[in-house]
């Protein structure tokens, strides 16, 4: 069996973005550019005040000066500042003909019309000078930037209107066995609820991609393979469950009619040793253990990166934060195994505190965790205060 890093280096290797997509910029947060996007003009586009007070000359007798006119955010004005003259401004209003500096009110003090100064001043003091942020036609951004507030608001105000990006995955979802029954039915006899459908629709759209649930595929070939081609049109698709050798386990066999290339099929980690990874064309297919936390802890090991790399990330690995064990782990003798815990901060430390269940085949295995933590095989006891590094579930690089 090859490595976890073997593994997911071939994920990788694999795959490449989605062709990229034009949106308009109210629609295009959390997309990822796929060009680099330009500056349509200056900004300031022109020098502007930084401070409600005077504008004036720096040049000249400025013991005294007179008011003449006022000039206004949105509102500039159109009087020529002379020597030994000033102007009332406002924050973020653009600077009268003739004017250098900006005094602050606060350092000023009137007598009639007169302006008094009650400090010396200096030639672009208190001025934002045109392009200061930007000039026009400058970079903003470059490919491969996650489109994010602060990104969306530069962009707007260089009057971005449009911008070119990777697309959101849309991600089939087969879910397959007859012991399977929807949300909403009673179980009968050896038949559980679906419960892993439900899990990674919710983890997908927590990462941004769009789930098409499939449905249940029945333990035939004839049924696999309808639910496999209606999966094949998405972007990714992730089954679940029949990637064993069992009697009923038809995936791989219905996926190599459709023309399947395995790239690997188990990995010596635990749990999720039983993962199926390859291609049907240009699209990535995710053969996921049954087992409910082992089908969470592969996803985001295996078809998160994936996702990623699909959306036009630059970095689509999944992060790793230095951590503290609050409590002492016991390693696997054979395989790499991933510990569901919770992250918690504690005096400018990450604390890594182990879930209380590891089971592979229980939901409660992974209810509050957010992380996984990586212990490698043969490490025998770890105990509190170890320094490891964890996988943050919510955390991801930029």
Known sequence: MISYQEALQIVLDSIRALPPVELPLSQAVGRVLAQPVTARWDLPPADNSAMDGYALSSEGNLSR???????????????????????????????????????????????????????????????????EEYHSGERLLEPGICLKAGEIGLLASAGIVRVRVYPKPRVAILSTGDELVELGEMPGPGQIVNSNLHLLAARLREIDCDPIPIGIGRDTPEAIAEGLRSGLKADLLLTTGGVSVGERDH?????????FEKKFWKVAIKPGKPILFGMVGEVPVFGLPGNPAASAATFDLFAHPALRRLAGHRQPGPPQVAVT??????????????IWGYLEISESEFLFRPSRRQGSGQNRSLQGANALLPVDAGAGELPAGSRLKAIPLYLSPM
Do not use: W
Not at 84 to 105: F, H
Not at 251 to 259: M, P, R, Y
């Open 251 to 259: 995936v791989q066999e219905s996926l190599q009619a459709l023309g």
């Open 325 to 338: 064990l609050a409590e002492p782990v016991r390693a696997d003798a054979k395989r790499q195994i991933f």
């Open 65 to 131: 000066l007179t008011l003449v006119g006022a000039a206004f955010a949105g509102h500039p004005s159109d009087r020529v500042v002379g020597p030994g003259e000033a102007t009332k401004i406002t924050t973020g209003a653009p600077l009268p003909k003739g004017a250098d500096a900006v005094v602050p009110l606060e350092e000023t003090r009137l007598e009639g019309e007169m302006l008094l100064l009650e400090k010396q001043v200096r030639k672009g003091q208190h001025v934002r000078p045109r392009g």
